[in-house]
Structures are given as C-alpha cells and as structure tokens.
C-alpha cells in the first residue's frame, strides 16, 4: 500500500511556499502559515523537508534560480539580446501595486538574511551574481557585434545593472507608481545605448 506522495519535488508547493516567503519574509514566516499555503500537516511536512522551514526557503529561492536560467535561455535564442534585457526592466514598471510593494525575493532575501543566516544569504548573493554574469556576458557579445556604442567594461555595466535591479526593487516599493518607475529605468538604461 503506497502512502501519501511526497511533497519534496512539488513545485507547486514550493510556489506556494514562496508566495508565503515572499510577502512576509523569511523570518515572519511561521510554520502554521506554511502549512496552510501548501495544505499538509506538520509530520508530512518534517518528512517531505527534513531540514524544515529553513531547507523549503531554500528550495523556493532556487524555483527563482530556475526562472532566470529560462530568461537565460531566451536571451541565447534572442536577435537583440540587449533589448530583451531592456525589456526586463521596463516591465517591472508595468506591475500591478501588490508587485511592488513585494520587489524582488532574491534582493529581499540578501537584506533580510544579512547576520542572520549566511548560508541563505550567500544562497541569494549567488543567484545575483549569476544574473549579473548573464548580462556581463550579454553586453560584452552585444558590443563586439556593435549593438552597443558603449565600449565600458562589460563586466562593469553587468554590474551596472544588477546594481540597478537591487535598487529599483527598493526604490518601487518608495514608489509604487507606473510611470515614475518607467521614467526611471529608461534613464538608466540610457548606458546600453
């Protein structure tokens, strides 16, 4: 007789998860909530996540890991590249309020995990930095094909632009309005010209 499928690899579950870690954080977060998010009880819960609420935050930041390597994937396939990471930034604009006032959970999670638990920071610290790898490499291809007029270190406008992501999903939950956030992305993104 089998029993109850397990949870572990469910990215539904995880999805949820992170939906819960995203809007209160980490350390908000309590087990009764998430047991509540993803519909199980707690002994299903220790058995599908042995390491427990820290090893599903852990598990949910890396469904965002994945998502950038899909981005990834899309740039390798995309005629302009640049502009598909133009894109990126302009549609943090486009989001609804609610987005806003979330940011982005990787970020979030730097800052909140900051002398708290340096192996979820590094976690988040390591995705940025795979983010910023992918635009370093993105621009540095872009402007030997001269799609960019900008001959700055590539590695340096990479960084640039994680920079920029860190601070706009600060500076949207400051100001969660459309068009001040779409003005000032444009502007920054003014270097990739």
């Known amino acids: 007789m089998r029993g109850r499928p397990s949870i572990y690899d469910n990215s539904e579950a995880l999805t949820k998860a992170q939906q819960v870690f995203w809007k209160k954080g980490y350390t ?3 087990l009764p909530d998430i047991l509540q998010a993803i ?20 598990k949910a930041i890396q469904q965002r890991r994945e998502a950038f390597a899909a981005f990834k994937a ?16 302009r549609s943090i604009a486009a989001a609804d309020q609610h987005t806003h006032m979330q940011g982005c959970i990787i970020v979030n999670t730097v800052v909140e995990m900051a002398n708290l638990d340096p192996e979820l920071e590094a976690e988040a ?69």
């Open 74 to 89: 899309t740039l390798k396939q995309a005629a302009v590249p640049v502009d598909l990471i133009k894109d990126f930034f």
């Open 28 to 30: 908000a977060t309590s």
């Open 125 to 193: 610290v390591t995705i940025l930095k795979e983010v910023e790898a992918m635009f370093t490499a993105t621009i540095a291809d872009a402007q030997k094909k001269g799609m960019i007029k900008n001959q700055t270190d590539p590695a340096i406008l990479g960084r640039y632009l994680i920079t920029l992501w860190n601070g706009i999903n600060v500076t949207r939950r400051m100001y969660p309005d459309n068009t001040i956030l779409a003005k000032q992305i444009d502007m920054q993104l003014e270097i990739l010209n």
């Open 39 to 58: 519909g199980i009880g707690a002994g299903s819960f220790y058995n599908a996540f042995k390491g427990g609420k820290k090893e599903l935050f852990s």
